[in-house]
């Protein structure tokens, strides 16, 4: 637990605030993202990471990035600097990312008694089993390995792109897996209702994430993004067939059609495969890269969708307002923000207008009531 601690604290791009280190660990301010700040809370509950840093120096650093999906961080121990110390002692490297890209890389791993082990198909198995298991309850999973490099790093200047090569190719085999850490981010409350509004509006809501797999549907599960239970849920291989869809979703005449799958497995896809695709009604895009992101935007607005950010959802939620007139029919209230194109429904009437108004406004721009007409939904 020390060493997986050491190298979560060092390799991170998370610090403490100044002002906050006198107080206890939970009332703590943490500035950097939410992976590191939480990966940086376990740290210090094992041991004090000023003390860690005092012990050792930070040499390079390559930043997360969204392509690589890992962190590196090249560390030596402070006493390696003196001239007394033996020159065979080397600097570390430290790596924390996705598992899914790490674990092939690894051959060996830190035992409980602190020594390095050969790492056999049998134990992957088991850490994929534990990696799978986390990721299904929604947790993000992070694995942490490192690494002693070898000496003739020692004649390369840190500063230089062939440093930062040399950095990448070493760490792309014969790294010691010393853990995974599981990190619980619970959406905010206030989503499902977002959801279940928006949707309400005859919007689709899609989800865009860069996590793992198992990790993304349960998130979209809880979220109430998928609706679908897990044996109802389709994959990419459910995009060859030549079954139907209903332009309308969510009508109360079928039940939706949902679809998980990953960003390499958009690479494959032909056209038809994304015209099947882009008419499910509930899909998770996950580990996407910004390319493939970019992509997906793209392959929906060809074919007519209207496409907008979170931001933008969320704002039209707060914007929407359901009452009910004398016949007993939805009425909805919109803002309409400028630049963007939003659905609204009256009644049976489906459509979609093109206005600017005040941000934040929830003025009524304009309403429709056209009884016996349904208009197609878009993803919008």
Request: with cysteine; glycine share 6%; net charge positive.
């Amino acid at each position: 637990m020390g060493k997986l601690a050491l190298l979560a604290g060092l390799c991170n791009e998370a610090d403490f605030d100044p002002t906050t280190t006198h107080l206890p660990l939970s009332g703590r301010k943490i500035n950097g993202n939410a992976t590191d700040q939480a990966v940086l809370r376990f740290a210090e509950s094992v041991s004090p990471i000023v003390g860690m840093k005092q012990r050792w120096r930070t040499n390079f650093r390559l930043a997360f990035n969204s392509k690589n999906k890992f962190m590196i961080n090249i560390a030596s121990p402070v006493w390696a600097a003196d001239a007394k110390t033996p020159a065979s002692e080397q600097p570390t490297l430290m790596i924390k990312g996705a598992p899914d890209i790490l674990l092939p890389r690894c051959t060996t791993y830190l035992s409980q008694e602190g020594h390095p082990v050969d790492l056999y198909e049998s134990d992957r198995k088991a850490i994929e089993a534990v990696k799978d298991d986390w990721s299904s309850q929604g947790k993000r999973v992070i694995l942490i390995a490192c690494k002693i490099l070898p000496e003739r790093f020692s004649a390369l200047d840190t500063a230089t792109r062939a440093y930062e090569q040399a950095v990448l190719d070493e760490a792309t085999q014969e790294l010691e897996l010393v853990g995974l850490v599981g990190i619980v981010d619970p959406p905010r409350e206030e989503i499902p209702g977002v959801v279940s509004t928006l949707r309400g509006a005859g919007i689709k809501i899609h989800m865009v994430t860069g996590d793992f797999k198992l990790t993304a549907q349960a998130i979209a599960s809880t979220c109430g993004i998928i609706t679908n239970p897990k044996d109802l849920i389709d994959d990419v291989s459910a995009l060859s067939t030549d079954e139907k869809f209903s332009e309308t979703a969510y009508n109360g005449m079928r039940v939706p059609r949902s679809i998980v799958l990953s960003g390499p497995e958009l690479t494959s896809l032909d056209d038809d495969q994304w015209n099947s695709l882009c008419r499910y009604d509930e899909i998770v895009f996950a580990r996407t890269t910004p390319e493939q992101k970019l992509r997906i935007v793209k392959e929906f607005q060809a074919r007519s969708a209207i496409v907008g950010s979170k931001y933008q959802a969320s704002l039209l939620a707060k914007c929407v307002q359901l009452t009910t007139d004398s016949d007993g029919r939805r009425r909805q209230r919109c803002a309409f923000v400028k630049g963007c194109r939003y659905w609204y429904r009256y009644g049976l009437g489906i459509r979609h207008c093109y206005r600017s108004c005040r941000y934040g406004s929830s003025r009524l721009i304009r309403r429709y009531s056209r009884s016996g007409q349904v208009w197609s939904s878009r993803i919008w």
